[in-house]
């Protein structure tokens, strides 16, 4: 998913790192509205989607003993929210500290703040990733699909923030579609989408 270069509100002139840039929606998305930061969205969300597929959940969501695969999925989408959740917040951590510095200690956290957003786009695109390779997964039950639909849906609600662009959702469709077909003895659709 690909993002382009916007204002942070939350960080004044701070230069934008490859990662800031992951995590940046430009007003070329949404005209006449105010950029929106996929960073504000990771920071807020993290602790509230943790709880919305926990492993006693997804255990209730399995329909024989072998574990649907879109759990999986979910899980790790999950885990590499929460990662990045909690390097943002170093992150924010760090550049108070430097705000507040006195002049002699401004070069070493300034190396700190640096090599924290270097790490960041690591992280942003292996939960970019993540959330594609949810997508792409087709649910082996359809408690597996809904399960997928509620993250997708929940990720959305608590942050007002779309996991997918449109090919990301198309995707998504196709994956629910496919165990759905499977579930009721329809001809499963082999149309290709783009999964990259």
Request: aromatic share 4%.
């Amino acid at each position: 998913m690909e993002h382009l270069h916007g204002p942070n509100p939350q960080h004044g002139a701070r230069p934008m790192s490859q990662a800031d840039s992951a995590y940046t929606t430009s007003r070329s998305i949404f005209p006449g509205g105010p950029s929106v930061r996929r960073r504000q969205f990771v920071t807020g969300g993290a602790a509230v989607l943790a709880g919305i597929i926990s492993p006693s959940r997804a255990e209730s969501v399995r329909v024989s003993t072998a574990p649907d695969p879109v759990l999986d999925a979910i899980e790790g989408h999950r885990r590499a929210f929460e990662e990045l959740g909690r390097l943002l917040a170093e992150q924010d951590a760090a550049e108070h500290e430097l705000r507040c510095a006195p002049g002699d200690r401004r070069p070493e956290l300034e190396a700190k703040l640096a090599a924290l957003c270097e790490a960041e786009g690591v992280l942003g695109r292996a939960e970019m990733k993540a959330s594609r390779r949810l997508a792409s997964t087709v649910p082996g039950s359809l408690k597996g699909a809904a399960a997928a639909l509620q993250y997708v849906r929940m990720c959305y609600e608590v942050g007002d923030y779309p996991l997918y662009e449109e090919d990301g959702y198309r995707l998504l469709l196709l994956s629910t579609e496919r165990a759905i077909c499977a579930a009721v003895g329809l001809a499963i659709p082999h149309r290709d989408v783009d999964s990259r």
